[in-house]
């Protein structure tokens, strides 16, 4: 009897020990897949941009690295920081890099502002297309990703060049007397842009619609709303999530863009990722340049960042 009941009391211990060894498990792996989003933006995002804006408040010298540090001994073996902030003056002061952030802003927006009209017809027609087409188009989107970055921007390149394809069509036409100038300027980078990102701007809309219930639109058309004015009224309202995500995807690269401006503009097209690539290399000078690229995160990525979380807030409390 007492080794019945002595076994007895082990098995209940063995599974108690168990069950405590699962939940700690549990939360581990809990823990693990929380942290681990947290830890790659420390080492990936959070670190380098400390060692930028690190490298921005010291000065430029010839040189390996070409700058000096902020930290240095002084004879009393005392560490002392010496903050350099004339490169955020230069910035504030130097009508170039006030125009290149104008011109970023103007050439991003109207890209964008392209990329959300086409990106939502494109994945509005998308999310009402059958089953076994919605799949085909989806593949469609995507498929440019299969190929090189540069490569589809030369294509481009070669499309609106002045021998191109599309001044060869249009003098064939007769639609015009001679070629149209139709690279190296902002037109020519809106359209790049447009083609390069318009994925990023078609997928998240579309993952809203095709979630979308369709009793609302239905409801809509009972109580005699048109077809119009469903859409504008409960389709653009329920799939702005869709709209905000794809503007932020696209809006954020856009500004910081090099290659295209680069290829497709001209001299004249001055961007804020051009300028970078400008002090970094032609005038080696790093601390300006690293202040540059912490301005653009404080001006442009920050404050839209800020803003899209205030909206998800907003729009899961409305849902609450």
Not at 172 to 201: E, R, T
Request: with cysteine; proline share 5%; charged share 10%.
């Amino acid at each position: 009897m007492m080794n019945v009941n002595f076994f007895s009391v082990s098995w209940q211990q063995g599974q108690e020990k168990l069950q405590t060894l699962y939940r700690k498990t549990k939360q581990a792996q809990h823990w693990t897949v929380v942290l681990a989003p947290y830890a790659w933006l420390f080492l990936f995002f959070l670190v380098p941009f400390i060692l930028i804006a690190k490298i921005s408040f010291s000065s430029a010298q010839i040189g390996i690295p070409p700058f000096s540090s902020i930290f240095e001994w002084s004879d009393h073996h005392l560490l002392q920081l010496r903050f350099n902030f004339t490169n955020y003056v230069v910035l504030l002061q130097d009508s170039f890099y006030g125009e290149a952030f104008a011109s970023s802003l103007k050439i991003a927006g109207s890209s964008t502002f392209f990329c959300l009209i086409l990106g939502y017809m494109m994945a509005y027609g998308i999310s009402r297309a059958g089953e076994k087409w919605r799949i085909i188009l989806l593949l469609l989107v995507v498929l440019p990703f299969w190929t090189s970055f540069l490569i589809r921007v030369y294509a481009w390149m070669s499309l609106l060049s002045t021998q191109g394809f599309i001044n060869a069509l249009l003098l064939k036409c007769g639609l015009i007397s001679a070629p149209l100038q139709l690279l190296d300027n902002s037109f020519a980078v809106c359209i790049g842009i447009v083609y390069c990102y318009l994925p990023f701007m078609i997928l998240p809309i579309y993952s809203t619609l095709e979630k979308m219930d369709q009793v609302y639109i239905e409801a809509a058309f009972d109580l005699g709303c048109t077809p119009w004015r469903a859409f504008w009224k409960i389709t653009v309202p329920l799939s702005k999530p869709g709209i905000i995500a794809g503007c932020v995807l696209v809006f954020i690269p856009a500004i910081g863009e090099f290659v295209i401006p680069e290829i497709l503009g001209g001299p004249d097209t001055l961007m804020i990722g051009r300028a970078l690539w400008w002090e970094f290399f032609n005038n080696r000078d790093w601390p300006l340049a690293c202040a540059l690229a912490v301005a653009i995160v404080l001006i442009f990525v920050a404050p839209i960042m800020y803003f899209q979380r205030k909206q998800i807030q907003a729009l899961e409390e409305g849902r609450e």
